[in-house]
């Protein structure tokens, strides 16, 4: 019985070349491939794959936001990240969204492989160095502090910001000014940059 994988990642030429390459395995069947989040979040419930293989920065929605939706859904799916950040905040939060897998894309195929097969059989694969890290420094931000100044640091302004979350304006400017001072920086770009650098967005 293959194993059935659903690989989410939105760029087409690491997309293809992922699937080709876990395709190669004998016991490992790539059945579909998303270029977003959405997509990902809607294949995992019509092709019920036994393992989704996400990035974590996508469009629509990020990899971390899909596994925690799966999760809340109680769907069936045990989530793989596969990313470049190897940052412990990235890690933790992954871990709170229940993923059974946090897997760097520089890591070697066989490695990849190897996790998927562990990850299928009920295991948990963390990149070690990463897992003692990730418990060093805490993510100060809550969730709606996070999505404001991930829009903030995307260049959106308060009243694109508001819409988007149906949110007031009012609300919005606490929340990135408790953000800005929670992370000690200047102003919302800083802050963005020093969130995104710990792996905090």
Do not use: C
Not at 190 to 198: D, F, H, N, P, Y
């Amino acid at each position: 019985m293959k194993i059935r994988i659903l690989v989410a990642e939105d760029q087409a030429m690491v997309r293809g070349a992922l699937a080709a390459l876990l395709e190669t395995e004998a016991d490992l069947n790539v059945v579909a491939q998303a270029q977003n989040g959405s997509e990902a979040m809607k294949l995992a419930v019509s092709e019920k794959p036994d393992i989704l293989l996400a990035d974590i920065e996508m469009p629509e929605m990020t990899g971390l936001e899909v596994a925690a939706e799966i999760q809340r859904r109680k769907l069936p799916v045990r989530v793989a990240i596969l990313t470049t950040f190897a940052r412990a905040g990235y890690l933790r939060r992954a871990l709170d969204a229940g993923v059974s897998g946090y897997l760097l894309k520089d890591a070697p195929a066989a490695t990849l492989a190897n996790a998927i097969r562990r990850i299928h059989a009920g295991g948990r694969v963390i990149d070690p160095e990463l897992a003692a890290e990730a418990w060093t420094e805490p993510d100060p931000l809550t969730d709606r502090e996070r999505q404001v100044l991930r829009y903030a640091g995307e260049g959106a302004s308060g009243s694109e910001i508001a819409e988007r979350l149906n949110l007031s304006e009012g609300t919005v400017r606490n929340y990135l000014s408790e953000a800005i001072s929670k992370l000690g920086a200047s102003n919302r770009t800083e802050a963005a940059r020093i969130a995104r650098q710990k792996g905090w967005l």
